[in-house]
Every structure is written in C-alpha cells, then in structure tokens.
C-alpha cells in the first residue's frame, strides 16, 4: 500500500514538473530573482521517469499516412516516367527531366522496396560518406565497411583503405546527371 502511495505521488509530482515546462518560454523565466527555484524544477524533471510524447507519435503517424516519405524517398520506375519533371532544392539546377537514358537504370519498385534494411528491423551502425576528400589517408575503409549500411554522396571515388568499398545508396546531386 505504501509503495503504490509512494508512486502515486512521485507520478503526480511528476505531471505536475511537466505541465510547469510545457509552457515555459525565456521571457517567463525571471533569471535574477528565481534561478534556483528552476534549476530545483529542472532537477525534479530529470528525476521523472521517461514519458513518451503521445503528440510526436500522432504527427508521425500522420506522416505516414499522407506522405508516404519512403516511397518517394528513391526514384524507380513506378514512381517515375520519363520526361517527368524531378525538382530539387537547387537554384542552379532547379529541376531535371527524366530521359530514358537514366530511366532505364531505375529499379523495378518490387525488388527496391523489399530491401529497405529498415522495413524489416532496425539498424545497428550506418556509415555516412560524403565527397568532400575529409577521409583522404583515413585509412577509415575498414570502419565504413563494417557499419550495416552505407550511404554515399555525389558518386565520389572508393577505396578500400580510405573510405572502404561497400555501398548500400548513393545520392547524386543533379549536377553530376547532368555531366554525365
């Protein structure tokens, strides 16, 4: 009885530290006269227990059903057609326009979306290798190889002893399409 007070308490109290930084902006801390009085508040909140955001989960929940991000996230040929505009957040190249060319490299959607290594399970290390030359005589190549997936930009050169060999995506700026 007296440990379900105890936790009855400790959850209210808790509630009660929540609502209190749920509003709070700078302007209504007073920073002369009661700094203690919220490092004690902001104390009390980092002792409570974990508590999911039921709004964050509602929004993404949301998303999901209205923008379907992971089927438009790559380009293939059901979500593509050739001279279809694709636009990017460029102002030098704004938008391109699908030629066959291109097109025919596109994966077939079945075989792309059953292979999403995140719709399955989670990941446990995913390397990120961008083609800025940062990992020129890194000899980072072993690392990246055994992340569990590896994303890559702008199609820059690998090798095995700086930025390793494995390539799970790559992104392409619409600068490199169009020098190609």
């Given amino acids: 009885m007296r440990d379900a007070k105890r936790n009855y308490f400790s959850q209210l109290r808790c509630a009660t530290v929540r609502q209190t930084f749920s509003v709070v ?51 293939t040929k059901r979500n593509t057609a050739v001279h279809q505009i ?35 399970h989670r990941l446990g290390r995913c390397a990120v290798v961008g083609s800025g030359g940062i990992l020129k005589n890194s000899n980072c190549g072993r690392e990246t190889d055994s992340a569990d997936y590896v994303i890559r930009f702008n199609m820059a050169p690998i090798n095995n002893s700086d930025v390793g060999l494995k390539t799970d995506l790559i992104t392409i700026n619409p600068s490199q399409i169009l020098r190609g």
Avoid: H
């Fill in 25 to 75: 902006t700078p302007a209504s801390i007073n920073f002369t006269t009661n700094m203690t009085s919220f490092s004690g508040k902001v104390s009390e909140l980092l002792s409570c227990p974990y508590k999911s955001d039921i709004t964050q989960k509602q929004l993404n929940r949301a998303l999901r059903s209205c923008c379907n991000a992971t089927g438009y996230l790559y380009l």
């Fill in 86 to 120: 694709i636009p990017y957040e460029s102002d030098v190249y704004p938008n391109y326009t699908m030629n066959e060319a291109l097109y025919n490299m596109l994966p077939e959607s079945t075989t792309l979306f059953r292979s999403f290594p995140w719709s399955e």
